[in-house]
């Protein structure tokens, strides 16, 4: 989603939503910022299975989860119907309540997630999406409607 004339991220009540590319640029900029300033970074990676109702007014998966998050925040969509959550000043004990507000929300009845944080569980970008997206797999592998955060 754009902004009106096609040009950069869309804000959508919330959250604002990017695509796979500006996303990892973002995460690699607030890692340096979190390092200098000295604050935490979280990303969720979240695939949502199956859900009653996933949006309202035809909105997308990512507008619906975009529109619980806060304005500093943000949320893209990869491949395979993954999403990523972009998470300023978030510790990874702060996770699961907010996954709980998220699918709560969104009415899902089938849902899987990997989170992880800087500096706490990784202190490179790619590092923290690893290991997301890697327990993301592993709390789908083991049935789904669970996070499991890295630690």
């Given at each position: 989603?754009?902004?009106?004339?096609?040009?950069?991220?869309?804000?959508?009540?919330?959250?604002?939503?990017?695509?796979?590319?500006?996303?990892?640029?973002?995460?690699?900029?607030?890692?340096?910022?979190?390092?200098?300033?000295?604050y935490?970074?979280?990303?969720?990676?979240?695939?949502?299975?199956?859900?009653?109702?996933?949006?309202?007014?035809?909105?997308?998966?990512?507008?619906s989860?975009?529109?619980?998050?806060?304005?500093?925040?943000?949320?893209?969509?990869?491949a395979?119907g993954?999403?990523?959550?972009?998470l300023?000043?978030?510790?990874?004990?702060?996770?699961?309540?907010?996954?709980?507000?998220?699918?709560?929300?969104?009415?899902?009845?089938?849902?899987?997630?990997?989170?992880?944080?800087?500096p706490?569980?990784?202190?490179?970008?790619e590092?923290?999406?690893?290991?997301?997206?890697?327990?993301?797999?592993?709390a789908?592998n083991?049935?789904?409607?669970?996070?499991?955060?890295?630690s």
């Open positions: 989603m754009m902004q009106p004339g096609g040009f950069g991220p869309a804000f959508a009540r919330g959250g604002w939503i990017v695509d796979e590319a500006m996303f990892r640029l973002l995460l690699d900029l607030e890692v340096h910022k979190a390092r200098r300033l000295r935490s970074v979280s990303i969720v990676s979240f695939m949502l299975e199956r859900s009653d109702a996933v949006s309202d007014e035809g909105s997308s998966v990512a507008e989860v975009a529109r619980y998050l806060r304005g500093t925040d943000a949320v893209a969509s990869w395979q993954v999403l990523f959550f972009l300023i000043d978030a510790e990874a004990s702060h996770l699961p309540a907010i996954l709980e507000r998220i699918t709560g929300r969104l009415q899902t009845v089938f849902w899987s997630a990997g989170g992880s944080s800087y706490r569980t990784a202190v490179r970008a590092d923290l999406l690893r290991q997301a997206l890697d327990l993301l797999t592993l789908r083991e049935g789904g409607n669970r996070l499991y955060v890295a």
